[in-house]
Structures are given as C-alpha cells and as structure tokens.
RNA sequence: GCCCCGGUAGCUCAGCUGGAUAGAGCAACUGACUUCUAAUCAGUAGGUCGCAGGUUCGAAUCCUGCCCGGGGUGCCA
C-alpha cells in the first residue's frame, strides 16, 4: 500500500498553476505583506478565449495600495518574469491578468509525463499519515443503499491521498457489538433451522435477523399504532377548531396551521408505516403464529444483548461463532465493489476499554456526574456529552474516543477522517473537541460529512420493513442493465468479455453517479440515474479509454517504445493543444480534491478531459494521417488521455476494460 | 425555541475562500455512422440563481431579515 513511498524520487515535475503562483509570489511578496490570499486568486481560466491561467489579484490590491486596479496589473506584469512559462501574459477589463502556457513548456510537460507511470504527478512535499474510517456498517443487518456513499467516498479517498504519496491507513470500524446480535442470538436460540445453519449458516442468520426484525416491529406497531391514531384525531380536532376554512390574515396563525397540518401529514405517514408493518406479518399465517408466540420479544432481545455486553458465555460463544459469518457476508459486498480495509476494529474490539476511558476522563476533571449519567460539559456546547448513561451502560461517544486514543498511540497520525453521513456533524464537533481537551490536540479530525440518501420522491431514505433498496441487489441490477446494452451494441462479442464488460461498466456507474456529485449535497436516489450509461457517467470516460485501446490496438503500435522514445508533440489543430493544456491538470485537480475531500472535482475533470478528447477523435485522425511525426504526436495524446483517466477511474475505484 | 444544511433550466445536479455573457447531464428539437468504436459528435431551445435589503469596481457566491424544505437538539448510532 505504501509502495509509492519507498519509490519516492524528489519531485522534477512541475505543476503548471504552482508554478505559476510561486511567480506571481515573488513580484507581490515586494508589493505587499500578505500575499497569500492574492495567490489563491489565480486560477484555471473560466473561459478558454482568456487564455489557460487567470490572475484576479489586481483588483483587490486596490484597497491596499491606492492605485487603479489596471494600473496595478501593469506593475505585476512588467516585474513578472514568466516568459519561459507563459508566452502570452494580457491584462484584461477591470484588471485580469490572463495567461497562456507557453507551448514549448507545455509540450515539455507532456514529454515528461509520456514515460512515467505517475502521469508527472508530483509527490507531496511532506508525506502525512492518514486514518479513514469510512463505511462501518452494522454486520448481521443486510447493507442497503445507505451505506454506499461513506462506503466509495472513503475508498475514493484513501486511493487519492495514496496516490499523491500520502501514507493511508483505512479502518472500518464495524458495528459488531450492538442489539443486532441481540436479535440473532434470540433468533438462534428460538426459531432457527438446525439444517439450514449447518449448509448455509449466511444466509440463514440473515433470516433470522429479518424475522426477529419483523416480529419486534409487529409488537411495536401494534401498540404504538393505537395511541398515534388517537392523537392524530385530537390533532385533527384542534386543527379545525383553529382553522375554520375561511382565508386567516394573521401571518402566526396562517404558519402554525400549516405547522400543524404538515405534523399532522407526517404522523399519518408513521401510522401507515405501522400498519405496512403489521401487514407483512398479519399476511403469513406462520409468521403470525411466530408472532403470537413470542410477545415478549423486544425486552428478551435486549437482555440477550446486555447479557453478551456482561460476558455471559453461551452468547459470547455465540457472538464468536457468528461474527465470522457475518463479515464473510458483507465482504461479499466490498469484494464486489473492490475495496479492501487495511483493519476492521469494530465496536467489539473497544468495549473492555471504555472504563479506562471514562475513569481518565474524570480523572483529567473533564467530566462530571449530572441526572446520574457521566457527562463531558463543554462551554461551547449548551448540552454534554454524554459518556455513561445512568444505568452504567457506555455510548457511541465513549466507543468513539477510545477509537481515537487507539488510533493517536497506534498509529500516530497527522489526520484522522471520518467519512459518515452529515446527521452526525454536531456528535463530531463534540467528539474532536472533546479529543482536543483529553490530549490530542495536534492531529487533524475531520468529518468528512456527506448528504443523506433520500427516496425518489425526496424524502429521507428510511429502512422500512421490505421495501429498501439492498445494496447487493442494486449492483446485480447495474451489471444486469450493462450487460444489456452491451450485448445489444456487440451482438457478436465474446460471452465472457461481455460479462466482463458488464461488470466493469455497472460497478463503475454506479460508483460514478455517487462520486461525481458534490459529497455534502443530500443525494436523491434513483435506478435510471444511478445506472445511467450515457451522458455525464463513469461509461462515457471507460468508453474514451476503449476508443484509444482500439487505435492503439489497430495500429498496432509498440506502446513501451513510443512511451521511451518521444517524438516531439505537435499542436496542429487547437483541441490538440486543448488536450495537452487538459492533461498537465492531473495533479492540480487531486491538489484540489485533496483540499475540502471533494472527490467530484476529480469526477468533474477527468470528463471534461474526455469531452476534450472526444472532439479531439471527431477531428484529429491518428493512424490515417500520413505525416508520421504527427501521427506519433497524436498517439502519444491518445496513450496520456487513456492513462490519465484510467488513473484517475482507479483513484474513484473505477475499472477500465479495453474493448466495449 | 436553539443549532446545522439546502432552495440555480422541465428533471437531476455543478458552480459558492466574490470575478468577465450563470454551466453540465437527462428529457425535447435539428443534423452527422461505406470513416481510428454513433455507449459518440455538432447544433437549437430552455434561467427574476427562493424573496427583500446591504457590503463594492464587481454578488448565484459575503452580511442581515424573511419565506420554503430537510436534519440535529441529555442517556440510539
């Protein structure tokens, strides 16, 4: 995993906009005292027609040096020594300066990147150690589309800061302690099927999680579906005796019926779920029986359960009889998916250090007792955190900082991230603060928060009795529909290629649809969108990479030896030097990933970089053209596209394949 | 009540540490396959960037207020 570290070489390639603001550094460090929030004003161009760079720090410069913000530019430019990188430096409108690469540097770039296999990305200067705590689901439940984000967006970056020479250590920190083992362990010891245990022990302890799940959730509805009814109609009552129907000019009144009407709308929804739930069990006349016979479910799942926590040993021997099979049952899953963990430390491993963690806490004078639980009271925050609950039992916070403590002593690592859904910012911000006053306080924690996974009709994703989308259903659904297309565009290919093909282009759209949007946006689910196979998708940038293997494979050409020996690049047509210009903005793209883990920036470029690639197929032909210098120049854009998206695929966990 | 996030084209979303005429994909319409892969390309159409103020050379972007939606908010994770 750390392979590109015991190969680093000092760093010889050169990034165009780095380079470009240690530049402007020199000329605006004489100018004024500050110059580091003007160097972060020069950018990548908006618009092609103003030249690749732009510089947009003139025109604040005016309030610090009293000038016209034109006239300013005019001083940068004169003292700016940049001829050998940029062969055209304009000062446009309010005072932009516009820059263009120079060719014969921008060609040198290309020339550079054609032999190595890191494209010409440079390494870090300074290697950080990162720990990534991404996917952590909960075993013994089945993985639904919920978990899919945390799950690619930590891959994604942990590949990414991997890549740029950072050293990576990806945790996944299980849910392998909690009520779930509870339920299985009732399960097994009230309704399992010795014979099917024995053959298929997965799959038979997945069913008895879902109908404990579904006998509990029977008793529940049952009960709570009454009262909720009754209260909806009270509601009802009052609501019509504040809204007579007729037009209300008072703005409060008007905006608490609606409050009203609106809570009144979402508690039906809840009694409907109920009811959906008693319906699954009320339809099937054994699991009715099931049902009747155990009433006493919930309270029995709970004592299982607190009787695990306590040590008894027929549920811990249980416990360690069925973990194996649960992870056997969702690294089914990450095989699919192909991601791997370096560890996975679940909550299991952590709960026999929770004392520890309580007891250095109060001994450090950071918590105290309030309404009998043990709290973290912290000024910033008007309620505690809370670390032991007044029955004794522990919580996810005191789970979470004895993770970190093992983390900090362990691996000694300058970031540790968090990738989990936004629900959870408050609990981070109190849990990093609370870190910071136990003692680690030099280690950067980022939650990296992503948006909710709602339903198609905007509503929050909810795990509902049945109708959830299963995660290993939704990826036989992409490879299914890829499959389709597949055999409909290749009726004459070769069975397992399309197989191949199938799998390559469903996993990777649908890693595609999640990771090219925004993480921090709330994420609408939906099949056609997430296995789309045309457009803005992870198949149009596999199909560019396929286009090039198709040339480079007709033509055959000996690729090892046009990587070694470099024919000069040629910019004949402008969407040739369009897609060099595209090319050298690899590593300045995964410098900018890496600033706020925003992977859709990476997704953003490498499909721009195909778009240019493809105008550069319609009007560029490669093996047709007689000049061979020209030729060569064109195979070597097309051998640094395909390997610049294949790379850039690979960090979003995204396969290639060569023929589609 | 308080706190956080969001409201951009018919739909899904980029853009948000202020920058030049607001972008993409889908859907719609018009064209391009005897051509290195048409899973593609070229083009047309589509927007009071929730509303109202403010800050300034310049605001989708920053500030304030309001409207709408979602989430969180002391013993779940």
């Known amino acids: 995993m750390d392979s590109h570290l015991s190969d680093a070489v000092p760093t010889k390639y050169m990034n165009a906009l780095s380079e470009i603001k240690s530049r402007f550094k020199r000329v605006l460090d004489q100018m004024v005292d500050d110059s580091s929030s003007l160097l972060e004003m020069i950018r990548p161009a908006q618009d092609s027609k103003f030249g690749d760079y732009q510089a947009n720090c003139a025109m604040p410069m005016k309030g610090m040096l009293g000038e016209p913000p034109r006239k300013i530019a005019e001083q940068i430019v004169a003292k700016l020594e940049i001829d050998d990188l940029c062969h055209s430096v304009e000062i446009a409108g309010p005072g932009f300066i516009n820059l263009k690469l120079d060719d014969s540097w921008l060609k040198q770039r290309l020339t550079e990147a054609l032999p190595d296999p890191r494209l010409g990305v440079p390494l870090v200067d300074t290697p950080g150690t990162y720990v990534i705590d991404f996917s952590s689901p909960n075993v013994a439940k089945p993985m639904h589309v919920g978990h899919i984000r945390s799950t690619l967006i930590g891959d994604g970056l942990s590949k990414t800061l991997r890549f740029v020479g950072h050293r990576v250590i990806t945790d996944n920190h299980l849910g392998d302690w909690g009520t779930q083992f509870g339920m299985i362990i009732y399960g097994y010891k009230h309704l399992v099927n010795p014979q099917a245990y024995a053959e298929k022990p997965v799959q038979e302890l997945g069913r008895l999680y879902k109908q404990v799940r579904q006998i509990i959730d029977f008793h529940a509805a049952s009960q709570q579906r009454p009262t909720l009814l009754e209260r909806i109609a009270k509601q009802r009552a009052e609501l019509e005796e504040l809204d007579s129907g007729e037009p209300v000019d008072d703005k409060k009144k008007r905006k608490e019926i609606g409050r009203r009407k609106a809570k009144i709308a979402e508690q039906q929804e809840q009694a409907n779920e109920l009811e959906a739930k008693m319906a699954t069990v009320q339809s099937d006349t054994d699991l009715l029986k099931l049902a009747e016979q155990h009433t006493d479910i919930a309270t029995e799942v709970l004592t299982e359960t607190a009787k695990l926590h306590a040590g008894d040993q027929e549920n811990l021997a249980l416990w360690n009889e069925f973990l194996p099979y649960c992870r056997e049952d969702i690294r089914r899953i990450y095989d699919r998916l192909g991601i791997e963990f370096d560890h996975e430390l679940g909550e299991s491993f952590y709960h026999d250090q929770l004392e520890g963690v309580v007891e250095s806490l109060a001994e450090k004078g950071l918590s105290r007792e309030s309404e009998g639980a043990t709290c973290v009271f912290m000024e910033q925050y008007d309620t505690p955190m809370i670390i032991r609950k007044k029955d004794g039992a522990f919580l996810y916070a005191t789970t979470d900082l004895a993770t ?21 910012h408050q609990h981070f911000e109190k849990l990093f603060d609370a870190a910071k006053l136990w003692g680690y306080d030099d280690v950067e924690m980022t939650h990296v928060s992503f948006g909710t996974v709602l339903g198609d009709d905007g509503k929050p994703f909810k795990t509902r009795s049945g109708d959830t989308v299963g995660l290993e259903g939704l990826l036989d659904e992409a490879v299914h529909r890829a499959g389709q297309l597949a055999t409909e565009l290749n ?22 649809a999640d990771l090219s949007q925004n993480r921090s946006s709330d994420y609408k689910f939906s099949y056609d969108k997430m296995l789309a196979l045309k457009g803005n998708t992870a198949t149009y940038l596999q199909y560019s990479f396929a286009r090039v293997q198709g040339i480079l494979r007709k033509g055959n050409i000996d690729i090892e030896a046009m990587r070694n020996d470099p024919v000069a690049f040629c910019f004949e047509n402008d969407v040739e030097r369009e897609l060099g210009v595209s090319l050298i903005r690899f590593g300045e793209t995964l410098d900018e990933v890496l600033i706020d883990y925003k992977l859709n920036l990476l997704a953003n470029y490498l499909f721009e970089l195909a778009q240019t690639f493809s105008g550069f197929f319609e009007n560029c032909p490669v093996l047709k053209n007689e000049d061979e210098d020209l030729k060569q120049s064109r195979l070597q854009l097309c051998d640094l596209t395909a390997r610049t998206i294949q790379t850039g695929l690979s960090l979003l966990g995204i396969d290639v394949v060569e023929k589609m």
């Open 491 to 512: 009726p004459e290919g070769n069975a397992a290629e399309l197989q191949e093909v199938a799998q390559v282009v469903g996993i990777g759209g649908l890693k595609y």
């Open 404 to 424: 970190i403590q093992h983390r900090a002593t362990t691996w000694q690592p300058s970031a540790m991230l968090y990738v989990v859904d936004h629900r959870q």
